[in-house]
């Protein structure tokens, strides 16, 4: 088939809840991908922050290769290696005690939310099950995550959600401490907002929300689905902070491309025993192997000082556009999370890209997102900022 007998065929059925673009991807390499035909793009998307080695990384097709030929799934009925390792690693690098593997980000918020409300059930009871989150935040799209979720354009249609929920204004800590009481039981973030528009914490705001949780006995949970495992320079968000969450939820680029999440919590939070909690796919063999070679790879090949150099070179050219061009408000994030803030709709800006060879995308109602994999070069950059200046 054709590309368009291609899009026909997708559109007849598949459940028409996105609206993609008019391109059919057949393969990539390295930064780049390729669609059926033949065109090249220069990749500054990842499959939304996801493709964090970027395609076929020396030595990690082959360990997933190697895993499809012994063993795909067993079930969470027993035990499996490429787990047991891949949680040690995932421990020993985010200073949490135990880790529950699921299948995406959303499904580690759900399990997130759930270790929350039972602890809040131990500490004070039927009533203390209510959470805070924030305004223009983004934690999926299960029931869960969208009661959570503080943007009514994704929860609207889906009402009522579960009951319990605040929301306080990001960055202002006394929004959240005018929303605590007695049956608040946790406060969730993300340690740098994506979906909303590439928002950092301020350092205020982040250490003040883990001294009102101390104070109060209430867990803090950290969404860094987005911006965790390195993206941000270091391998979680919140090591910019000098704190730890209670809880933290990470997805996307744990697996390298394989689909993965998990939550982490500490002693505080472990509050779920056997039959609580469950995941058929959860933590099998296969993916698990793909993120422990993920995890060795960051180690191994210095991932991070990647994301430190480069991230800070796209950042400054970033922000030297945004001096030469009217259109660009401001420059926002932190290493390979970054997005420009624009005063025009960014739609025609990606859909020109596409047309020039270069993949971006979209955050919030008018911000470009840059979230390239991790391995970019400087040279990748001036790729990039060459193809945007010519759009602008």
Request: charged letters at 25%.
């Amino acid at each position: 088939m054709n590309k368009q007998e291609y899009i026909k065929s997708s559109e007849e059925n598949i459940l028409h809840t996105y609206n993609r673009f008019p391109i059919v991807l057949d393969k990539g390499e390295g930064v780049y991908l390729y669609d059926i035909e033949g065109k090249k793009y220069l990749d500054f998307a990842a499959g939304i922050a996801v493709f964090s080695l970027g395609y076929h990384y020396k030595g990690f097709d082959e360990v997933i290769k190697h895993q499809v030929d012994k063993l795909i799934h067993t079930s969470n009925l027993f035990y499996n290696v490429p787990a047991i390792e891949a949680a040690e690693k995932i421990k020993r690098i985010s200073g949490m005690e135990k880790v529950f593997f699921t299948n995406s980000g959303t499904e580690a918020i759900e399990g997130a939310i759930k270790l929350a409300k039972k602890f809040g059930k131990e500490k004070g009871g039927e009533r203390c099950f209510e959470i805070i989150a924030m305004k223009h935040s983004f934690h999926g799209r299960s029931l869960g995550a969208l009661s959570i979720t503080g943007n009514e354009a994704y929860r609207n249609d889906f009402m009522p959600l579960i009951e319990g929920v605040k929301f306080a204004i990001y960055n202002d800590l006394e929004s959240v401490k005018n929303q605590i009481t007695e049956n608040t039981c946790a406060i969730i973030l993300e340690t740098l907002q994506g979906e909303g528009g590439i928002y950092e914490a301020t350092k205020e705001f982040i250490q003040g929300i883990r001294t009102l949780c101390n104070e109060n006995n209430i867990l803090l949970i950290l969404d860094e689905i987005q911006c965790g495992m390195g993206r941000t320079g270091k391998m979680f968000c919140y090591e910019h902070y000098g704190i730890k969450p209670d809880i933290v939820t990470v997805a996307k680029a744990l697996g390298g491309g394989v689909p993965i999440g998990a939550f982490l919590c500490n002693k505080k939070a472990e509050t779920m025993t056997i039959g609580d909690h469950g995941s058929t796919y959860g933590g099998n063999p296969l993916v698990c192997s793909a993120a422990s070679k993920v995890l060795d790879i960051f180690k191994e090949d210095n991932i991070l000082d990647n994301v430190n150099v480069v991230g800070t070179y796209l950042k400054e050219k970033l922000e030297q556009l945004a001096e030469e061009k009217d259109c660009i408000i401001e420059c926002r994030g932190k290493g390979l999370m970054l997005g420009l803030e624009l005063n025009i709709s960014p739609a025609p800006i990606i859909k020109k890209a596409l047309e020039e060879g270069l993949i971006i995308i979209s955050a919030g109602k008018n911000v470009l997102r840059f979230v390239p994999p991790l391995i970019i070069k400087k040279e990748h950059v001036d790729e990039m900022i060459a193809i945007l200046k010519k759009i602008l």
